[in-house]
């Protein structure tokens, strides 16, 4: 396995000013000049919603950067408006499945200004260009740089309301659990076992080369991540026939939460930046995410779920995108204080929350990705969701857990949310990102 620092070389973490500083060199040792890659060895290209985090991070320390990285991605962007979650800019034979396995490269006439995957991420850019904006110090190259991304967000947006909700009620669909960036969350378990696995290409995958197998998903669940990739590909990534086609079809309340808060941030910047002629289309949007939200609301439980288009029915459970209501806007004083509720119940059972599952179901796996670890990027949109809904210490909880998992462990991709053991890849970009715009303001001597 690697770790990217040997340990003599691990620099004393529990200063925080030695964190920031090693924060600061991982963002530029991960820069590929433009672009910033996750973690070389593990994620060798550029990933969607992990350049926007890593945005707010090069933000503390280098504006100019920050904004190239959001605008670095939408070179990326389809002409149909799709934003695609990964940009191989360059080769790199290191990361299962590549280019090859996706076949883009023919797609619009061949005119992608670069190589891509053929599917997408949770849409955060919106909201993190408005945070930049409304940060700037450098307002000349903030209103330029917002100009320019204003219209691609608005395309993204527009692809996800139309592509991915073709009933237009608000329920938008994702067609692979690589899309709502939380691949192997119990989330999709019932969702993906009728997903074909006969016949499929023989493959090699190259993330266990890198880390323990008992940190990411299991194999039954890749054969599906590529049965799902062919069936798009098949269907040629046009939006109707790969909606028809794919046997996954999810609701997920993570990208629903996301989009819709997204949605109003853009609607801010419209407002911001004066394209009045767009607001009532993304106050459409905003509504029909309420109502979707709305139906994904379990009474009973306290929390909300995601929802399987195709069998018709809610996910069985409940994992910390149950939390990101709270980051969509306001679900209401009583429905936030049953999740802050449920959120206590998890707490108590872990020293480090939030755990990406829950700590009492008998599927917990403390060690195994998105089925029990904690994730920084997760904390801060919950804790941006509580502070907004009125519960500014629950958030200061998650960010203290944050930053005392960056100072015991260093910047990992994921941690052991009971013992606080970095897991995954290691100094990991967005981890860096999340101490310097966040965690650190919290980080108690
Ligand atoms: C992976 O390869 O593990 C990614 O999460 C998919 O984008």
């Known amino acids: 396995m690697v770790d990217a620092t040997a340990p003599e070389e691990r620099r004393n973490l529990s200063n925080p000013e030695d964190c920031s500083r090693e924060a600061r060199r991982i963002l530029q040792d991960n820069d590929r000049g433009g672009y910033t890659v996750p973690s070389p060895a593990l994620y060798p290209f550029q990933w969607n919603w992990d350049s926007c985090f890593v945005a707010l991070g090069w933000a503390t320390f280098d504006e100019a950067r920050a904004w190239q ?21 360059r080769e790199d034979s290191g990361y299962f499945p590549g280019p090859d396995v996706w076949g ?27 945070k930049l904006w409304r940060g700037a110090r450098d307002r000349d190259q903030a209103q330029a740089a917002a100009e320019r991304l204003y219209p691609k967000l608005l395309a993204w947006h527009r692809w996800f309301h139309s592509a991915r909700d073709p009933q237009s009620d ?14 192997n969350s119990p989330d999709w378990d019932a969702a993906l076992n009728p997903v074909p696995t006969d016949g499929l290409p023989p493959f090699e995958r190259r993330d266990l080369d890198r880390i323990d197998a008992d940190q990411r998903p299991r194999h039954d669940q890749y054969n599906r991540y590529l049965s ?33 808060r997204a949605d109003r941030d853009l609607r801010h910047l419209a407002e911001d930046l004066g394209h009045k002629d767009d607001l009532a289309e993304l106050q459409d949007w905003e509504a029909r995410g309420d109502a979707a939200l709305d139906r994904l609301w379990d009474e009973q439980a306290g929390v909300f779920r995601s929802y399987d288009l195709s069998a018709e029915a809610m996910s069985d459970s409940a994992t910390s995108a149950s939390f990101l209501p709270l980051y969509a806007g306001n679900p209401g004083p009583e429905r936030t204080a049953r999740l802050v509720e449920v959120l206590q119940r998890w707490t108590e059972r872990t020293a480090y929350p939030l755990p990406s599952f829950d700590p009492g179901d008998s599927r917990f796996d403390r ?3 998105w089925r029990g670890p904690t994730w920084g990027i997760v ?30 462990s260093g910047f990992w991709e994921y941690f052991d949310p009971i013992s606080g053991r970095g897991l995954g ?3 990991f970009t967005w981890t860096a990102a999340m101490w310097l715009a966040w965690a650190k303001h919290f980080a108690e001597d």
């Open 69 to 89: 990285e959001i605008e670095s991605l939408f070179n990326a962007q389809w002409p149909d408006g799709m934003v695609p979650h990964i940009a191989f800019h």
């Open 104 to 130: 883009t490269e023919s797609l619009w006439d061949g005119s992608l200004a670069v190589q891509t995957s053929g599917i997408s991420d949770p849409p955060v850019a919106a909201s993190i260009a408005l």
């Open 170 to 183: 608000g329920m938008v669909a994702i067609l692979h659990p690589w899309e709502s960036g939380r691949d």
């Open 228 to 260: 799902l990739i062919l069936s798009l590909k098949g269907a040629g990534y046009e939006p109707k026939a790969a909606y028809d086609a794919s046997p996954f079809k999810m609701v997920d309340i993570g990208t629903l939460s996301i989009l819709r």
């Open 367 to 369: 060690l195994r990705y």
């Open 379 to 408: 904390n801060y949109m919950i804790a941006e969701g509580l502070s907004e809904n009125g519960h500014g210490e629950w958030a200061a909880r998650l960010a203290r857990s944050t930053a005392d998992l960056v100072r015991q």
């Open 425 to 427: 890849g290691d100094r």
